[in-house]
């Protein structure tokens, strides 16, 4: 395994691996996200009687609620994705944002909703990688990016994260996360060849270029740049009820998708999600957040 020692200076953003994915088309995204277009786990606090737009908006509030943000103060969203978490931050806590995507679709698509906001705040979408930012901030989110970063970057990923902060500042890390092998022999799961054929088939074709990280890695490599662990909350049954949802918005609307781009894709996106949400309810898989505080 490689040991994160990069630094960030020199690194070039994985622009490619992202772009393959989620510059596939928003149209097709559409069909199975809601109006936030939030694509990652949302946090079904109400149960099933909530839809896929408020679990949406209550994860975002979840993960809001953990930064301890303050009028004016800026936060940075790293992997802001279609932009739904700065609009949130900005409506409910009057902070100035800054957003990072190394998607188009996404950076435009943001911007262009942030620009429609009538706020006096400063409000920002950047097509752009974290390891070229390197301007001040005072809370930082990170909902889904680290999935993208590559274990040979995390040591790069958490100290530039560390060196934006103030002291005192919190940073909120929010991904998937996996067992290690001595943690799935010590669960009892079977390592079947139809769960490394999936874990490969994910890291191939879904998401290229993607790492998911153990729990003791982002524990081991977030405290090595210096943070303190403050919380960290499982979603895990939340996800494997997002997977689910999605999964039955995408077969609902079968013919669209294959109109907007082919039977093939569809298959495969159908794949994802229901093999996905079988990983989450099994726990070979879990979503993490986890509370980072700079001392």
């Known amino acids: 395994m490689a040991d994160g020692t990069n630094t960030a200076e020199g690194l070039t953003p994985h622009f490619e691996d992202v772009q393959a994915h989620y510059d596939l088309s928003d149209d097709f995204f559409r069909l199975f996200l809601d109006r936030t ?5 949302a946090y079904w606090l109400g149960g099933d009687d909530m839809t896929l737009e408020e679990a949406q908006i209550a994860k975002i509030d979840l993960s809001l609620g953990k930064l301890d943000l303050r009028p004016g103060m800026t936060l940075l969203d790293l992997g802001c994705g279609w932009g739904a978490a700065m609009l949130r931050a900005i409506e409910k806590y009057d902070v ?51 999935e993208h970063v590559g274990c040979d970057r995390y040591t790069a990923f958490f100290e530039r994260a560390y060196e934006l902060l103030p002291a005192g500042g919190t940073f909120l890390l929010h991904t998937i996360t996996v067992l290690s092998e001595r943690e799935i022999i010590a669960s009892g799961l079977p390592l079947t060849p139809a769960i490394v054929e999936f874990s490969d088939f994910m890291k191939t074709v879904i998401f290229p270029g993607g790492y998911l990280p153990t729990i003791d890695m982002v ?43 082919s039977e093939e894709v569809y298959e495969t996106y159908m794949r994802y999600l229901t093999g996905c949400a079988n990983l989450f309810r099994k726990g070979y898989t879990d979503l993490n957040q986890f509370t980072l505080r700079k001392p």
């Open 37 to 41: 277009q939030m694509y990652t786990c």
């Open 219 to 261: 524990k081991e490599f977030s405290a090595k740049a210096g943070f303190k662990l403050k919380r960290r909350q499982s979603l895990q049954r939340h996800y494997a009820k997002t997977l689910d949802v999605w999964a039955a918005n995408l077969s609902a609307r079968k013919e669209e998708a294959i109109a907007i781009q």
């Open 96 to 146: 100035n944002v800054v957003g990072l995507t190394l998607s188009k679709n996404q950076a435009a698509y943001a911007q262009k909703t942030l620009d429609e906001l009538d706020s006096p705040r400063s409000k920002r979408a950047l097509l752009e990688g974290w390891e070229r930012f390197h301007e001040p901030v005072d809370r930082i989110v990170a909902i889904g990016p680290l």
